[in-house]
């Protein structure tokens, strides 16, 4: 009761809208240390900042953007998910975000249309009061990291959709930096499971667009982007991930879509990802995942089809399945497991043909003769005679005398 008047008071305060940035920066460090010290005794007042907090984000100085990040994250401080409690009266994460996402609905055109160069120097400068608002949120968070105050709520996932979109952008080095920042930050973060699921929906918006679809297509460099996250994410969540066969299924079908890509660097990272979570034993029906990579090594080109050819559907499809089985190769680089030697053998029959698949096979056997040949008495006993002869005729350049 005594420091209701300074309550009333903190909540009156003008936050922004100030005669200079030091006004608006100072009177935000003002209402940063009262509101720590009130903590979750003062709902109300916290509700009410949020509100005026909310009308703010889109503020035209960094300054001030990044105090509105640490009040954001001093309002939403006490919203944790609490096994069998009531949940708190004080401002949550959830509340706010539903509030933020319709300011982003202008950055649809300029992130997912169909011309992402001219809209990328047009929109995805920082005159668009929706870059304000993604840097503010952006600020919040990674605030909210290096503090650890509290989890990644469900709600926060849609907005990571954005970030992984803008990350590419090369208009604004500030948003770019951002960008990068946190998702190095949220990608390693210790998920609840109930964060799962929509961590993974927020890669497929990206990895899944297309660009007929104008209100998704991302651009390669995105979706490289996007792979890479859900790598990290599935490394850092790998027990709780692997304990839910629907999550394992969604990640496979996700990557597995991604390797017939049109544009070759998707498909690289996608068979790297493939490569490292296999090393993990995340999917445990291996051998099926072998045969399908296989069947795509496989599919027959058409006829006519020349060997520098880049821009044809088969070929991304047997490029992702080869490229896939030589990350798998080097991802064992000290090691020959039981599976290893038909798939080598296997590859040798792609030593001829389309440029592009060539030169991935002998880079991927110039790396397993240099990373295997300290051990080499002991890991030949795990291939056949047969296997040994094709193996040599890959390792072993010709000789122009014979």
């Known amino acids: 009761r005594r420091l209701f008047n300074t309550k009333k008071a903190v909540v009156s305060t003008q936050s922004t809208g100030g005669r200079t940035i030091f006004h608006d920066t100072s009177n935000l460090f003002l209402l940063e240390t009262i509101v720590a010290q009130f903590e979750w005794k003062y709902a109300e007042g916290l509700h009410q900042l949020m509100d005026k907090i909310a009308g703010n984000l889109n503020n035209n100085y960094k300054n001030v953007r990044d105090k509105i990040g640490h009040m954001i994250d001093r309002c939403t401080a006490h919203d944790h998910m609490m096994f069998n409690c009531r949940p708190t009266i004080n401002p949550r994460k959830a509340d706010f975000m539903a509030k933020v996402m319709p300011m982003l609905s202008s950055l649809d055109e300029g992130l997912f249309g169909t011309e992402w160069v001219v809209v990328n120097k047009i929109s995805l400068n920082d005159d668009n009061d929706a ?6 949120i952006i600020s919040w968070l990674l605030y909210s990291r290096f503090v650890a105050h509290a989890h990644l709520v469900p709600a926060i996932f849609p907005f990571i959709s954005y970030i992984i979109a803008l990350e590419p952008s090369e208009v604004d080095p500030d948003l770019k930096h951002l960008c990068t920042q946190a998702l190095s930050l949220l990608s390693r973060e210790i998920l609840a499971e109930a964060s799962l699921e929509p961590a993974i929906n927020a890669v497929k918006k990206v990895v899944n667009s297309t660009r007929e679809d104008r209100t998704i297509g991302c651009t390669w460099k995105a979706k ?13 969540n790998l027990y709780m991930i692997r304990s839910n066969p629907y999550l394992v299924e969604e990640i496979k079908t996700l990557l597995m879509t991604s390797l017939i890509s049109p544009h070759v660097e998707v498909r690289q990272v996608a068979g790297q990802t493939i490569g490292g979570l296999m090393k993990t034993n995340l999917f445990r029906d291996s051998g099926e995942i072998l045969e399908q990579l296989k069947n795509m090594a496989r599919t027959k080109l058409p006829k006519g089809t020349k060997s520098s050819q880049t821009d044809i559907k088969e070929i991304w499809i047997r490029h992702g399945g080869v490229k896939t089985l030589c990350a798998l190769v080097e991802c064992f680089p000290y090691s020959i497991p039981d599976w290893l030697p038909d798939v080598i053998v296997f590859l040798a029959d792609f030593t001829r043909g389309n440029v592009m698949i060539i030169n991935e096979v ?5 790396n397993f003769k240099r990373t295997h040949l300290d051990s080499w008495e002991e890991h030949k006993t795990k291939f056949t005679e047969d296997q040994l002869v094709v193996l040599q005729d890959l390792l072993v350049s010709p000789n122009y005398y014979a």
């Open 224 to 236: 490289c982007t996007a792979l890479v996250y859900l790598q990290v994410v599935s490394f850092s």
């Open 362 to 366: 002998k880079k991927c056997m110039s």
């Open 131 to 136: 870059i304000k608002v993604v840097k503010t």
